[in-house]
């Protein structure tokens, strides 16, 4: 064998047995084979840009840096790597719940591929329709305990029933008119509105603490019951802080605690059970406390007659800057006959049913 083959034999060697520094000197060989030596070269240069390659796509590293662009060897890795992390890609879409992808490159792989996403997204629906379900079944249940509490509430100060669903829909016409005319948007722009009608269920729930003697009390209260009353929205606070302790739902009883302990503060700071006054006051005890005295002015009581809608609303405007938010006072005025209309329209259900 001539010193020349010697030489490209044994670099040869080397670069197959994984020698990185082989090297091959091209003033060695003999002039006719010096082209072949640098072919020679290029060819394992190229082969080794591609077994490093193919170990990083081995290992999963899709990320691994790509063979030059002369590398004509490294075409049909290019194309599997390019697949695999188109195909990543979409697995990852999979994962955030896009169960449109679909794999139309290789092969039989794609087929498994596909079905396994069709699977997937039946699986998806039926845990979705499953949740969706049993939410349901959960909120109902919980609308239908705070309806009972608050029927019971109703009940023993002679209440004869639709205070709490009137002042629900009072209170929705009030909140939706002050977000359309632009009050108060950075307080509510967290508020789940239904969750805070529902919380308003509540907002008497103290008064299950109190005296029937006092409740039922057909006449005048006297100064001594009247602070017995009051402590109904310090009650109402306890009871809720306690079912608090035990649940994580914290949002709606947050809601509903404020609403109990706060809706017959006065904005001029003369009400209780704190004597809070203006923004101290919050938000939503300030929206309840409209809707709770226009319900009780324009209802029967046993120690009172029903006030007409337009004696309410004067006794409401001129409680503006006193007892309620003149802001919100504006509001109310803008929609007083919306209140109105759900007065007379549940009047008209009980009278025929």
């Not at 845990?127 to 079944?137: A, G, H, I, Q, R």
């Not at 009780?296 to 006030?307: D, F, Q």
Request: include cysteine; proline fraction near 2%; hydrophobic fraction near 40%.
């Amino acid at each position: 064998m001539s010193k020349t083959s010697e030489l490209l034999f044994d670099y040869l060697k080397n670069v197959f047995y994984g020698n990185k520094d082989a090297q091959l000197n091209f003033n060695d060989l003999d002039e006719d084979f010096v082209n072949v030596g640098k072919a020679l070269v290029y060819f394992t240069h190229c082969y080794s840009e591609c077994r490093t390659f193919a170990g990083a796509i081995a290992a999963g590293n899709l990320e691994a840096a790509l063979p030059g662009e002369k590398n004509e060897m490294a075409a049909s890795l290019k194309s599997l790597h390019a697949g695999l992390r188109h195909l990543t890609w979409q697995a990852q879409q999979v994962a955030k719940g896009d169960y449109s992808q679909r794999v139309d490159f290789m092969g039989a792989f794609s087929g498994a591929f596909n079905t396994m996403i069709e699977q997937l997204s039946e699986r998806h629906h039926q845990l979705e329709e499953l949740v969706n379900k049993k939410t349901k079944t959960v909120v109902e249940l919980k609308n239908a305990v705070l309806k009972t509490m608050a029927e019971l509430v109703e009940s023993r100060d002679y209440i004869t029933g639709g205070h709490i669903e009137r002042t629900q829909s009072y209170l929705q016409i009030l909140i939706n008119a002050m977000q359309n005319a632009g009050l108060y948007l950075e307080e509510t722009s967290n508020w789940d509105l239904n969750l805070v009608l529902q919380s308003a269920q509540l907002h008497d729930v103290g008064k299950i603490a109190i005296d029937d003697a006092i409740l039922r009390k057909p006449g005048d209260l006297t100064k001594e019951e009247f602070e017995k009353i009051k402590t109904h929205t310090i009650y109402g606070e306890e009871i809720i802080e306690r079912i608090k302790l035990n649940t994580s739902e914290h949002t709606f009883l947050e809601h509903a605690r404020i609403l109990a302990s706060t809706h017959h503060e006065k904005w001029n700071g003369s009400g209780y059970p704190k004597g809070l006054k203006g923004h101290a006051i919050p938000l939503e005890g300030r929206l309840m406390a409209i809707p709770d005295v226009y319900d009780a002015l324009v209802s029967v009581r046993p120690y009172k007659k029903a006030y007409s809608h337009t004696e309410a609303v004067e006794m409401i405007t001129k409680g503006s800057g006193v007892h309620y938010d003149p802001s919100l006072v504006n509001v109310f005025l803008s929609v007083a006959d919306k209140f109105n209309e759900v007065a007379v329209g549940y009047n008209k259900e009980s009278m025929f049913g």
